[in-house]
């Protein structure tokens, strides 16, 4: 079956999607698991254009991009033509006659189920975010969380961990933050041969459209300095508890995050400590190093990546070669303090990285609907 998608919202994650799906699209020809079948963005299509068409990080896009005039109009990417929208509300956009399988929110518009549900009554047969509330502190989503017969239930997968929870019924699923994704995965790689006691991220990453090119005001002061010029203290948040993974039950209250916004344009160096559990009884870096290498090989193969490289930059993995996995693991600079204490460096680059595990996630649910 051909799952037939809808983005909304090109910034950021929307456009990184759009191209991970090209280079799909590229390789395989016509021939994908996954048809995108419409965008709505504030833009019109003739400002979509040049946007997607050439990336400064990234270069050329994969295939070619033109405009359509005809019926509705819009895009026609790579031989398909992609119908556009240009509503600022995405519960505007009739969509019932385009058989929309999932609505991808790239805007992170759609905070809370009271948002997407008329979009679901409008013909939409699932939604997948990234965005929803903090389930830590909104006990009203804990009970979506649960599923109660005055809820729809909220589906939280991160690929290469839980995507198998996944069913077709599912109308609201939510990818979460980057960082769940990334520290998910790594502890996933870890949990079985290594319990975590405690794990400790710091996220350096390229500065943001939400931020300011030159001095301006600003809803978060510190982003209203010119972004080429400062490290910008940054917020990110990772919530594996809510998961609701047997190997991340004991995670709550020991996941913590920060980070900071760098004059680069694309990638982000992620350094993560964490402390095993006592009952480990020591560990070196030959084991770590090991360990992650047969699990990037084998049950996270497609997903992380481990590289020996003692020259591995950030710059590197924005080549995509590297930006299709959600996190390389910097095998070179995994280092021990103490018994029971690592420190891991991982590269990624973070909108690439969610794209394609945000269309591998697409794929999945592809491959259940042909079963």
């Known amino acids: 079956m051909t799952l037939r998608v809808a983005v909304n919202g090109v910034r950021g994650p929307g456009k990184g999607f759009i191209r991970a799906w090209a280079q799909k699209l590229a390789m395989a020809g016509r021939e994908t698991p996954v048809k995108l079948v419409a965008i709505n963005d504030a833009g019109h299509s003739m400002y979509l254009r040049p946007v997607l068409s050439h990336s400064s990080a990234y270069g050329p896009f994969p295939v070619d991009v033109e405009v359509w005039t005809e019926e509705r109009g819009g895009l026609e990417i790579g031989g398909q033509k992609v119908v556009c929208f240009a509503e600022r509300d995405v519960s505007a956009v009739s969509w019932q006659d385009l058989n929309i399988d999932v609505l991808v929110d790239a805007s992170s518009t759609l905070k809370n189920e009271s948002r997407i549900r008329p979009l679901l009554e409008d013909g939409i047969g699932a939604v997948l975010t990234h965005s929803l509330v903090n389930p830590d502190v909104d006990r009203a989503l804990q009970a979506r969380v649960r599923g109660t017969q005055d809820n729809i239930p909220i589906r939280r997968v991160v690929y290469g961990v839980n995507e198998g929870r ?42 943001r459209d939400d931020q ?59 350094k993560v400590a964490i402390d095993f559990e006592e009952k480990v009884g020591g560990v070196e870096a030959q084991q770590l190093q090991h360990h992650l290498r047969v699990a990037a090989r084998g049950p996270l193969r ?70």
Do not use: C
């Open 166 to 207: 996944v069913q077709t019924g599912d109308q609201i699923l939510d990818q979460m933050s980057f960082m769940t994704q990334v520290l998910a995965v790594l502890a996933k790689a870890l949990q079985d041969r290594f319990p975590i006691a405690k794990m400790d991220a710091t996220i350096i990453q390229a500065m």
């Open 212 to 270: 300011r090119v030159v001095d301006d005001l600003h809803r978060d002061p510190r982003r209203g300095f010119a972004a080429s010029q400062n490290i910008v203290p940054n917020n990110p948040i990772a919530y594996l508890t809510a998961l609701s993974e047997p190997a991340f039950a004991n995670f709550a209250g020991r996941v913590y995050v920060s980070g900071a916004r760098v004059p680069v344009i694309a990638g982000a160096q992620i």
């Open 302 to 371: 497609g997903v992380l990546e481990y590289s020996d490289d003692l020259t591995l930059v950030s710059s590197h993995v924005i080549a995509a070669d590297l930006h299709h996995y959600l996190a390389v693991v910097d095998g070179g600079s995994i280092s021990t303090q103490g018994e029971n204490s690592v420190r891991i460096n991982l590269w990624a680059d973070p909108d690439m990285s969610f794209a394609h595990q945000t269309l591998r996630v697409l794929e999945h649910m592809a491959k259940m609907s042909s079963s």
